[in-house]
């Protein structure tokens, strides 16, 4: 009994979200491909050399369908950065120019730019730290050879270092560090089309071999608990506040797991055998849609395991799968070793090499010590991302995971297996009689639920589900249901609420939450009905706070002159030029805005460009937000001086109704705007949110800011004595 080995199973899961741009066709994030030739195919083939080592990889559909249009479609794909790579440098316009140049160094600094010297050389001469408004004399800095190595060395970077060693063309183009000509880039894009053609066909040779597990999850990666029911959160967490809409339509969870069974079908020839729900997200009403799909295992987080078995943890308890069975059916469920999965994922990047890999096997022996007089077979399931760890090790995570697949080479106490292999030798024994719904992140569901942006998120998808359902009982025949459908769907991932609230940062939280509401566009759009305003409004906030605050209560005499000096001197300030979120524009329209109050009234100034006023009839277009958004727009006409002031309201309809108004605006000098707090429903609130757009013929000029909003702190009763005493 002391010699049975402890069994290893690894699943790693590869995701991406869906990046596609509805209104573009695009693909405007380019992690799909970049993350597609830096781990996704060498995370397999590392295995040739272990060929005894059997592992499990978890695909979501919604990577396979993006990984299908790289392959398909080649170096021709919408792919915006793509697009910009392939552009001969000396084309690039000044817009091009900047967006390369703030987007273009997105790797990992230590481990990715650093190994080029020229790729180094060209972060520190653009600067670590970049604000928008230094790009227009940062860009004229970079000659033409400049941004020709940035397009190549930015794409270089990503490729895995096997590829790099490997390949002849790669290993010179790595050799010769700069200068590179459009013919090189034109070569090593061509390359990478190459490895993203030849991912899901190794993916299915490795299977086919016996050697790999290939599980699947929901289709485009949704919470499957939460698409049941969002009322399933107070289980998990009893302090959750759940959206105003109740979301409770299990037929979306059915879609998400009948199709990805599809889709795995075609691309491998079989049925897959297990599934990684998203963010390991489980429930009771799960369950049954899985079963009917004769889905036989399921795996998610150890806290989950001992919230079901009401039990304190233990090794014992983990270490083995359990059955469910739910009526005639019954479903295999096994859960992930936190500590082990995390070190991995998380915590070992920061080690020596032979130390990280000492101390994860030690402690796999102590768990093997421990159980070995126990009765039975145990596997240790390491459940964790396969794709977004490996920028922070050196070499990719290649010294680490060779060395490591090395030792357990010669581990004859520990054994590597698949899910599916180690249930047809062991089935489980154990049985949970009633699931905790919860995921992996402390078995519940706060990561995408509960927080005022999430809970938005939720009810604008339930808001554009409900009007497709509608127009759908109207109109059953009408041409572009299933691809509006398809909009609701990709809009139910899981990735987007990730992104909403205070948890978690990308980088990118802009293009999230642009992408999310672009889906719920489209879903109206398709049915040839315009959006909702709302959805032209980031969900994600972020605030700006003026460079000065006003210091004091005022009162300006509004004619548009700088008639009284003091009149504007304790009002709060913002510099909007040099405000880092300013649009990339040699010149703005608004330069400065001023903003104060008295007790009963909103005051805005605003400093404009006289000369480029005068080109063009614009709209400035004011988006207060109190208790709901009231929308001012000030139509100013060719001579720069005629002021036209309209009021509309956004309360509960989907769409700006006009209202009238008593709001003031004058144009002479400057632009000077009043309008009292009772008309903003503001007399009660703490603070109002501020955002400008300047448009003309319905396009944007300017947005300040370009995301997220003003916050206007309103004067308390107390407020002048206050400011008095202090």
């Not at 299908?68 to 000044?94: C, M, Q, V």
């Not at 009893?238 to 879609?255: G, Q």
């Not at 989907?654 to 009292?676: G, N, P, R």
Request: aromatic share 14%; hydrophobic share 40%; net charge negative.
């Amino acid at each position: 009994m002391a010699d049975k080995p402890l069994y290893i199973a690894f699943i790693w899961h590869m995701h991406q979200p869906y990046y596609k741009d509805p209104s573009s066709g695009e693909f405007s994030l380019p992690w799909v491909r970049l993350h597609g030739i830096k781990d996704y195919l060498d995370m397999v083939t590392i295995l040739e050399e272990f060929p005894d080592l059997h592992q499990t990889f978890n695909i979501a559909p919604s990577l396979i369908e993006q990984l299908n249009e790289y392959a398909r479609t080649g170096i021709d794909t919408k792919d915006k950065f793509l697009i910009l790579s392939k552009k001969p440098a000396e084309e690039l316009t000044s817009e091009e120019q900047e967006f390369t140049l703030s987007n273009f160094f997105m790797a990992n600094w230590e481990h990715m730019i650093r190994s080029y010297p020229r790729y180094y050389d060209l972060l520190k001469k653009r600067g670590a730290f970049l604000s928008d408004s230094q790009l227009g004399d940062i860009k004229r800095r970079f000659n033409t050879q400049d941004y020709l190595d940035l397009q190549v060395l930015f794409n270089l970077a990503w490729f895995d270092i096997s590829f790099k060693e490997k390949d002849p063309f790669l290993k010179e183009l790595v050799k010769k560090g700069s200068y590179f000509t459009e013919e090189e880039k034109k070569l090593l894009l061509n390359k990478q089309m190459d490895i993203l053609k030849n991912i899901i066909p190794t993916y299915k040779r490795f299977q086919d071999s016996g050697q790999i597990e290939v599980s699947i999850s929901p289709y485009f990666h949704p919470i499957l608990p939460l698409l049941c029911d969002t009322d399933v959160a107070k289980i998990s967490y009893r302090d959750t506040r759940l959206p105003n809409f109740h979301f409770n339509f299990p037929e979306d969870a059915k879609w998400h797991i009948e199709n990805a069974v599809r889709v795995y079908k075609k691309h491998f020839s079989k049925k897959p055998k297990g599934m990684w729900p998203s963010e390991g997200s489980v429930s009771e009403e799960i369950l049954p849609l899985v079963m009917e799909e004769e889905i036989e295992w399921l795996a998610t987080d150890e806290e989950v395991l001992f919230k079901s078995l009401s039990k304190p943890r233990s090794n014992k308890l983990l270490f083995k799968p359990y059955k469910l069975n739910r009526g005639e059916k019954t479903l295999n469920l096994l859960f992930r070793d936190r500590a082990l999965s995390d070190l991995v994922g998380f915590v070992y990047s920061h080690w020596q090499t032979n130390q990280a890999i000492d101390d994860f096997l030690k402690r796999l022996h102590i768990i093997k010590n421990e159980l070995s007089q126990m009765e039975g077979a145990f596997l240790v399931p390491i459940i964790l991302d396969g794709e977004n760890a490996w920028e922070y090790y050196p070499n990719d995570g290649r010294d680490f995971l060779y060395n490591l697949y090395k030792r357990f080479s010669k581990e004859d106490s520990l054994k590597l297996t698949t899910i599916s292999e180690f249930l047809e030798n062991y089935p489980p024994e154990g049985e949970i009689k009633k699931l905790f719904p919860g995921s992996w992140i402390d078995a519940n569901f706060n990561i995408w639920i509960g927080h005022e942006e999430k809970n938005k998120a939720w009810d604008y998808l339930y808001n554009a589900r409900d009007f497709l359902v509608k127009f759908q009982q109207r109109h059953p025949d009408f041409k572009n249901i299933s691809d509006a459908w398809k909009q609701i769907y990709i809009a139910e991932g899981s990735d987007w609420n990730w992104w909403f609230g205070d948890d978690h940062s990308s980088g990118n939280d802009e293009e999230f939450d642009r992408l999310f509401r672009e889906n719920l566009k489209a879903v109206y759009t398709l049915l040839e009905k315009d959006p909702p305003e709302y959805l032209n409004f980031p969900i994600k906030s972020r605030v700006i706070k003026a460079q000065i605050e006003p210091s004091s209560l005022i009162s300006p005499h509004l004619d548009g002159m700088i008639s009284d000096y003091f009149e504007w001197l304790q009002a709060g300030f913002l510099d909007i030029e040099k405000l880092s979120s300013a649009m990339h524009r040699p010149q703005l329209m608004l330069k400065r805005l001023y903003y104060g109050f008295d007790l009963k009234n909103l005051y805005l100034r605003f400093d404009l460009n006289r000369e480029l006023v005068k080109e063009a009839e614009v709209n400035i277009i004011l988006d207060i937000d109190s208790v709901f958004i009231n929308r001012f727009k000030l139509s100013l006409t060719k001579t720069g001086k005629k002021i036209i002031c309209k009021r509309f309201s956004l309360e509960r309809e989907e769409h700006f109704k006009e209202l009238s108004t008593k709001a003031k605006a004058v144009f002479q000098d400057i632009l000077e705007f009043s309008v009292d707090f009772e008309e903003l429903n503001a007399k009660n609130a703490e603070f109002l949110k501020l955002h400008i757009l300047i448009e003309k013929d319905s396009r944007i000029l300017e947005e300040i800011p370009d995301f997220g909003y003003l916050k206007i702190v309103l004067p308390g009763k107390d407020y002048e004595s206050f400011y008095w005493y202090v």
